[in-house]
């Protein structure tokens, strides 16, 4: 699997932005996907998540209900949709799929480890 996200940039606080992440090798509605993001000295941190059947997705707290994941199964893609963006939003985000239809991807979603496959990432700068 190959995973292609793009759609950062610069905003401003309070703006918008939505990522994208283009799968090939595989089809998106087979795979579990997330979004990360990693900040300058810290470390890679879970955003969001979804599951192969759309029915469950899970948001870090300081996120919700300011960005949702969607995916695109005509497009082999995935997306997250930011709104009201903030300068702590500022960070590399990278997407990530998991191949392995483990049950316990419900359990670990959040990390790190649950996915085998990663995207390049795309700057998100969020300027006050």
């Known amino acids: 699997v190959q995973l292609q996200a793009s759609g950062g940039g610069l905003v401003q606080a309070g703006g918008s932005l939505r990522l994208s992440c283009a799968a090939s090798g595989r089809t998106v509605s087979n795979l579990r996907m997330a979004w990360f993001r990693q900040a300058p000295g810290k470390e890679r941190e879970f955003v969001a998540a979804?599951?192969?059947?759309?029915?469950?997705?899970a948001y870090t707290n300081s996120v919700k209900g300011r960005f949702t994941i969607s995916r695109d199964n005509a497009k082999n893609t995935v997306y997250l949709q930011m709104n009201s963006l903030k300068p702590e939003d500022t960070a590399v985000y990278y997407c990530?799929?998991?191949?392995?239809?483990?049950?316990?991807?419900?359990?670990?979603?959040?990390?790190?480890?649950?996915?085998?496959?990663w995207g390049q990432g795309t700057q998100v700068t969020v300027s006050s």
């Open positions: 990530a799929a998991d191949t392995s239809a483990s049950s316990s991807w419900f359990l670990n979603h959040r990390r790190t480890s649950a996915y085998d496959y």
């Open positions: 979804i599951s192969r059947s759309d029915d469950y997705t």
